[in-house]
């Protein structure tokens, strides 16, 4: 049975799809169907599709009560929209349905657990936001919440543990078909926890132990935790709150978390052996990954910043946020790599491209521009003996706008620069990475749609994502550099 709330938040995203044009959205990034979009949840393979839902306000473009939003693909790159999955109806969740994921059950349905909210007055006369696990099944259209709900409460917490920050429950089976959970928590050190659960069912849940503490190291809170095996590593990721940077490495603000390690299935013990971010741009938050039925594990993230909430197009728009491109994640020498999703190249048309091009001074090359375009390019010095001093890309370019890529080989620093864009807003515009590079080669991939960049660094060995907000006119590109570098570059449209 749906419930009013269900019912009415569907009625009104049907409506209010209506009003927003093809044009408006991204060609093949997610957005919300209408209103408000951050976390990804519930990625999953379910009934021959993709499934990704996504934490969800459809009556606002700013964040409000958090519904389930919904929508399913073939290739990861085109969305349909499904009705709204969940909408905060429950004693138990009524102030928000938060993240969490979604597994197959053997009967072959669809079961999703989520994080409800509840706030609570609290003694000194505000509120706090009690966080408990919930779980929903159902088709892959409709959902039924559990009766028993929550599953996972504050009694299921460790000692010390807060019951305001539990959140983000991530899913798997284990191939005795038993089910495992982690949850993010905030431990009595005022840090983030990583907690983990286990089923024989899915639906009666028992805690086991802290997998990861964070021991305030990386930031505070850690939210959004998923863990797979990649590659013969594990590796967990999150994203946690309030970082400090560690030069390069991490942002300060609420970033990204990478830890690869080894777990062993019979005592339980992950055991981390590196860590590093996993974006380096300025939109990444809140990864969660899928395995393929090919076998692949790809990860999406929310393409956004806390922090930059308020740098949009207008104020009065119909949607904001999106989603980054899917990517496949493999494990080399202790480090996560990205590739853009094999199924782009399906998209690409019109190929354009220019080998061993001088550039010294600022350059335009024919037939490459563009604002949906896949663009590859390795840069070196134009002279063995003569290092270049920086190379820069602009894209999304006209008289009045452009965003940048700088690369300076002596630090070894690969710049993003969107303060031109067309921002009206002190918002961070700019981040800095530590990139390898042999004697001044460096290879970039450069995907644009129509308002973001993702910038893939040596095949995939780091990643760094911005969104543009600059009007679509300005589809210029041109090179510079100051000294000489030679240039290859191959250009696609994506259609």
């Known amino acids: 049975m749906t419930s009013q709330t269900l019912r009415e938040a569907r009625k009104y ?19 919300p169907r209408t209103g408000w979009m951050n976390d990804p949840n519930g990625f999953s393979w379910y009934g021959g599709k993709y499934h990704l839902f996504y934490q969800y306000n459809p009556y606002d473009s700013q964040w409000g009560p958090m519904h389930w939003g919904h929508a399913v693909s073939r290739d990861m790159l085109h969305w349909e ?12 969740d009524r102030d928000g349905c938060f993240s969490g994921s979604a597994v197959t059950l053997p009967d072959g349905r ?9 706030r609570e007055r609290q003694a000194n006369g505000g509120y706090g936001e009690v966080q408990t696990q919930c779980l929903a099944v159902g088709d ?3 959902y039924v919440k559990y009766e028993k709900n929550p599953v996972l409460d504050e009694k299921d917490i460790p000692d010390g543990g807060s019951r305001y920050d539990f959140r983000d429950p991530r899913m798997w089976q284990e191939a005795d078909g038993s089910y495992r959970c982690i949850v993010g928590n905030r431990a009595a050190d005022g840090s983030g926890q990583i907690l983990l659960f286990t089923s024989p069912d899915g639906f009666e849940w028992h805690y086991v132990k802290v997998l990861a503490a964070n021991r305030n190291r990386f930031g505070k809170m850690w939210e959004c935790p998923d863990f797979f095996p990649l590659d013969g590593k594990w590796v967990l990721i999150t994203s946690p709150q309030d970082m400090l940077p560690s030069g390069f490495e991490y942002h300060n603000g609420n970033g990204t978390l990478c830890l690869i390690g080894d777990y062993d299935r019979e005592t339980q013990e992950f055991t981390e052996n590196t860590d590093q971010s996993i974006d380096y741009g300025i939109d990444f938050y809140a990864a969660q990954t899928v395995l393929t039925p090919d076998g692949r594990r790809v990860m999406i993230g929310w393409m956004q910043n806390w922090d930059t909430c308020s740098y949009r197009r207008k104020h009065d728009e119909a949607w904001f946020g999106q989603m980054s491109l899917p ?27 220019h080998t061993d091009v001088t550039v010294s001074g600022t350059v335009v090359l024919e037939g490459i521009r563009g604002r949906r375009i896949d663009m590859e390019l390795t840069v070196r010095p ?28 002596a630090e070894s620093v690969l710049e993003v620069d969107r303060k031109f864009s067309g921002s009206r807003r002190a918002v961070i515009h ?15 991939r450069v995907i644009l749609d129509r308002f973001s960049a993702e910038i893939f660094v040596n095949d995939g060995e780091q990643v760094l994502s911005a969104v543009l907000y600059t009007e679509q006119e300005a589809e210029g590109i041109s090179f510079a550099a100051d000294g000489a570098v030679r240039m290859d570059v191959t250009k696609y449209e994506l259609v």
């Open 327 to 353: 990517r496949e994640l493999s494990v080399k020498d202790s480090r996560l790599y990205q590739k853009p999703v094999r199924e782009l190249e399906q998209m690409r048309a019109n190929r354009v491209s």
């Open 110 to 118: 669809h079961l999703l657990m989520y994080t409800g909210v509840v």
């Open 382 to 409: 134009a002279e063995d003996h003569d290092m270049y001093r920086k190379f820069s890309v602009y894209f999304a370019q006209n008289e009045t706008y452009h965003t940048s890529l700088g690369f300076c080989p």
């Open 81 to 92: 929209y499904v009705p709204a999955a969940l909408a905060p109806d429950g004693a138990w």
């Open 13 to 31: 995203e049907e409506a209010s799809e209506k009003m927003i044009s093809g044009e408006e959205r991204p060609a093949f990034h997610l957005t």
């Open 140 to 142: 892959g259209t409709d």
């Open 430 to 444: 700019q981040r800095r990475s530590r990139v390898n590079h042999r004697d001044g080669e460096l290879k970039l």
